[in-house]
């Protein structure tokens, strides 16, 4: 069984940093394409940002200049680093991973909460 450990969310005030990690718990064959989605409260899920595996990035608009997705293919993690988080970034973060090969699917994270407010 796979599954993805997030870590890192919080309480933070406005301008202030989070780093997000996401590690798949077990050792697979390939992982393609891995990636962080929000929904924050009221709002439809969207995607924050995405890292293919050779190191081919992706961000949401609202994002652009402020966040930066990287990931170790080595330990098979995925780390989101938030800079000058704004309200409007709270909301509840999922990482994803798409695992090629033995255990192929697509999977999520439980979820992790980032709350900005002063």
């Known amino acids: 069984q796979v599954q993805l450990v997030e870590s890192g969310g919080g309480l933070v005030q406005p301008g202030g940093s989070l780093r997000l990690s996401c590690a798949v718990s077990?050792?697979?064959?390939?992982?393609?394409?891995m990636g962080w989605y929000r929904q924050g409260p009221g709002k439809q899920g969207e995607l924050v940002a995405s890292i293919t595996n050779d190191g081919i990035t992706n961000y949401g608009d609202s994002v652009k200049g402020r966040f930066a997705i990287s990931r170790d293919n080595a330990k098979n993690t995925v780390t989101l680093q938030m800079n000058s988080l704004e309200p409007e970034d709270t909301a509840v973060y999922y990482c994803?991973?798409?695992?090629?090969?033995?255990?192929?699917?697509?999977?999520w994270g439980q979820g992790t909460q980032v709350t900005v407010s002063s």
């Open positions: 077990r050792s697979v064959s390939t992982i393609g394409s």
């Open positions: 994803k991973a798409i695992i090629l090969g033995t255990w192929g699917g697509n999977y």
